[in-house]
C-alpha cells in the first residue's frame, strides 16, 4: 500500500491497533504520557521518554522519575534548542544529564 509520500505503509493488525489503543487510552493526560505504571502491553512495546535538556536540571529528576515509574524502557535527551554551540557543548551536556539521570533512583 502505498502511503502517499513514495514509500509503503504498513497494515496493522486488528489485535496490534487495539492493544495500542489501549495503551493510549490508559495513559492519557499526563506530561510524559503515562499517569500509573503500564499493564503488561507496555513490555510488549517499550515506552521512551525524550527529554529536553533545555527542561534545566531542576525539571530533570522529576521527569526522569516519572518515567521511570511509568514503567520506561528508553530514555533519551535532546541537547538540540539548548544555546549550545560547539559540539563539546553538546558532548559536555549529555554529560551532565547523564550525572543527574544516574543519581535518580
Known sequence: MDGGYGGRALVVRDDVRREVDCVLCYNRGSALGASRPLPWVAKAFGFESIQQ???????WPGDIAAWREAGGS????????????TVDGHIEAIKRW???YNSVR
Open 74 to 85: 528508553h530514555i533519551s535527551v535532546v541537547t538540540m534548542g539548548a544555546n549550545l554551540t
Open 98 to 100: 547523564r550525572d543527574v
Open 53 to 59: 535538556y533545555s527542561r534545566g536540571d531542576n525539571q
